[in-house]
């Protein structure tokens, strides 16, 4: 609530006696809010009409190349996948703080506002600048932007104080001394009633963008005549719970990546570029790749962020050409240490040449769930590596994948703290019951899901309150690259108690008790969920 201590003033006390009072800080603070608004809608509004990412996504993009490993983490543990929508708010309360900020300071003249609003079109031109694929408007809309939004802070702060609109006439002055409250909340009230529409006009046009990208998309993908073991089964059976499906459905699948907005996506224009230490450098079309020998196969992907228990996790039928087979197209130089990969949006990541052929079904993949990839997801192609933490191999809205030494080029994680290896660790989850679950008296079904990629899972076993462990019962194992599902028929007596759950993988490897966070290579223990019974 905007209050107003300003004294009257009469216009027609003689000049001499009346002292220009200027408006209270609350209305110059409210004159910056809404002169920053007009100054950030408007550029929406350009970049809308452009085709290219806004201002704020750009500023977004920059703030994350920069901030530390740790606040990374913080975001994902706090808002999960809802962290980018998180980052935007901040960006627009920060601007909105600072605006009013500026506002209040500008007591005298409107300078300290207008250079506030041209000091954040820098930033967000220089954040646009160092984008990939940015254009000359991804740099121009925030300068647009800026000046419209400078015009917007001297009209409303003119109304705020008489000594900046006073005629220079010879003559008394028909204007008051004083300040124009009535002009002042008319000309406000018109300017955020436009920076309103101004952003949803920006909004829709970023909306509009993504559509334009999406019907680009193939309705249906090349039958596939090589389906690897499981990729028929698309829902959970067996009689195991539900509540840990064998196949999680795309919508669910979780997105973690480090794109604000989606890149520029052209598919007549798209190429994927194999070059480097490679006898036979490939550059590769959308049709060109789609005419290759597809291969279908269920694989698990897993994020490094993800904690004991954690969410961000799925299981997915891919489709795709085997990386292994355009590497050995192209002729792969001894020398050569790792598969070094680019996304559209700049994103890299690098794992070693060893691991794209030992055998793994690591593939660029333009299907996921017998659909085509959706912008989500990494359309039109990504990378899907078994046994590796996305941070190192799972390049979506895939751009190129150089063959070079570890020393020639660090994936965007490794400068940020994060392991230049990153091999899934044997892991294990409970799904049921669920974490606010109260669980009934009498027999009851624990489930869950384990998994050791490109190892294969052999055992699951279930504890009650520190007692023995006992072998759960675990799904038909179809491949070594997808989790296994598990139950544990237990008969839950009244009270609280401890379950916990560890994984044996094939290799002999029991799941190990020691706790470790997600850094720098992901996280160790057993997963505990305590539940009341009653």
């Keep these: 609530m905007i209050v107003d201590d300003a004294p009257e003033v009469d216009p027609d006390a003689p000049r001499s006696n009346v002292v220009a009072t200027p408006a209270p800080a609350a209305w110059r603070a ?20 452009a085709g290219v990412a806004s201002p704020i996504d750009a500023v977004g993009g920059s703030f994350i190349d920069r901030v530390p490993r740790w606040l990374k983490q913080l975001a994902i543990d706090w808002f999960g996948d809802d962290d980018k929508t998180a ?55 925030p300068f647009v932007g800026a000046a419209v939004g400078a015009v917007a802070a001297v009209v409303l702060l003119a109304r705020l104080d008489s000594r900046w609109r006073r005629t220079s006439r010879p003559g008394p002055s028909r204007t008051p001394l004083g300040w124009d409250r009535r002009g002042f909340l008319l000309t406000a009230g018109a300017l955020g009633g436009a920076s309103v529409v101004a952003g949803v006009v920006g909004r829709r046009g970023e909306t509009a963008r993504i559509e334009r990208i999406e019907e680009q998309r193939p309705a249906t993908l090349p039958v596939v005549n090589d389906i690897g073991p499981g990729a028929d089964r698309l829902a959970s059976d067996d009689g195991f719970h539900p509540s840990a499906t064998w196949i999680t459905p795309t919508e669910d699948f979780y997105r973690i990546d480090t794109a604000l907005s989606f890149p520029r996506i052209d598919v007549a224009d798209w190429k994927l570029t194999i070059d480097g230490m490679v006898d036979r450098p490939l550059e590769i079309s959308w049709n060109d790749l789609l005419s290759r020998p597809q291969v279908e196969r269920v694989i698990t992907l897993c994020c490094v962020s993800n904690d004991v228990g954690g969410p961000y996790i799925g299981n997915a039928v891919w489709q795709g050409v085997l990386l292994a087979d355009l590497l050995e197209e192209a002729g792969v130089r001894p020398e050569a240490e790792q598969v070094f990969s680019r996304s559209l949006d700049g994103w890299t990541c690098g794992f070693p040449v060893s691991q794209a052929l030992d055998g793994r079904d690591a593939m660029v993949a333009v299907g996921m769930n017998r659909e085509p990839l959706t912008i989500l997801h990494g359309f039109p192609a990504r990378l899907v590596v078994p046994g590796l933490y996305g941070y190192v191999s799972a390049t979506k809205w895939l751009s190129s994948i150089t063959l070079n030494r570890w020393e020639d080029d660090e994936g965007y994680w490794m400068p940020r703290g994060w392991s230049r290896l990153g091999p899934v660790k044997t892991q294990s989850r409970i799904d049921r019951p669920r974490r606010t679950e109260v669980v009934p008296t009498g027999p009851y079904r624990v489930a869950g899901v384990a998994w050791a990629q490109h190892t294969g899972v052999d055992r699951v076993q279930v504890r009650v309150d520190d007692g023995d462990w006992n072998d759960a019962t675990m799904s038909t194992d179809l491949t070594d690259d997808a989790w296994r599902q598990w139950v544990f028929d237990w008969d839950a007596t009244p009270g609280e108690h401890r379950l916990q759950v560890r994984a044996t993988d094939k290799s002999g490897y029991v799941q190990t008790e020691t706790v470790q966070g997600v850094a720098p290579d992901g996280a160790t223990g057993w997963h505990t969920r305590t539940v009341t019974v009653g």
């Design 30 to 49: 409210l004159a910056g809010l809404v002169a920053g608004a007009v100054a950030t809608t408007s550029g929406l509004v350009v970049a809308a009409v």
């Design 87 to 141: 980052l935007r708010v901040g960006i627009v309360a920060v601007l909105a703080l600072v605006a009013i900020s500026f506002g209040v300071a500008s007591r005298e003249r409107p300078t300290p506002l207008v250079a506030g609003i041209v000091a954040f079109a820098v930033v967000g031109s220089l954040s646009a600048a160092e984008r990939p694929g940015s254009t000359f408007w991804s740099v121009a809309a």
